[in-house]
């Protein structure tokens, strides 16, 4: 039992109160080193999925360095989880690699993920395409799906084929 200098009790003090105190200042403890790892998990989960962004893609470290406007030093500091590089590091990154931004921000949780389709992972992947080619593509797609989800949803059965649509002249021989 604890006691103030007037010999009573102090406030707040009761028998098993340290050990409580204890055992919360410990959970506290395993929260904030879990947040760390969890924290640590992302840098490197980033540094990793860009080098195999980059090794996939045959890059050099110093060719991706020099277009995403990054020292080699830097750029192998990110890789090996050491460096957290900020959004516009990460959109020059995916410039350089050639991949959408949109994915390595995912990667490094500043965006949350999108419930993906098979044709938007089609669209991402697609090395031909560029950022913005992907990005117009991606909008028109979910345009679409979203004009559609409104007429299904207002009771629209009405769903035509490309051939109700679109008028193909015959050719004569």
């Known amino acids: 039992m604890t006691t103030n200098p007037n010999g009573k009790r102090a406030a707040g003090t009761e028998d098993g109160a340290p050990e409580r105190v204890g055992q919360a200042v410990e959970q506290v403890g395993h929260v904030v ?5 969890a924290v640590g998990q992302t840098i490197d989960d980033i540094g990793g999925y860009i080098r195999a962004q980059r090794e996939s ?3 050099s470290m110093r060719q991706l360095a020099r277009t995403a406007g990054v020292s080699n030093p830097y750029l192998s500091q990110v890789e090996r989880g050491l460096r957290k590089p900020s959004a516009e590091i990460l959109q020059q990154i995916a410039k350089g690699l050639r991949i959408s931004a949109e994915a390595l921000y995912v990667k490094a949780g500043i965006l949350d993920a ?3 389709s098979v044709v938007t ?3 991402l992947a697609d090395p031909t395409l560029s950022e913005r080619q992907k990005r117009v593509l991606l909008d028109v797609y979910e345009s679409f799906r979203r004009e559609n989800g409104a007429e299904s949803s207002a009771g629209g059965t009405n769903v035509g084929s490309v051939a109700d649509t679109v008028t193909v002249p015959s050719s004569t021989p």
């Open 33 to 37: 080193e879990q947040a760390g790892q």
């Open 57 to 59: 893609a045959q890059v």
């Open 114 to 116: 999108r419930p993906a």
């Open 121 to 123: 992972d089609a669209v």
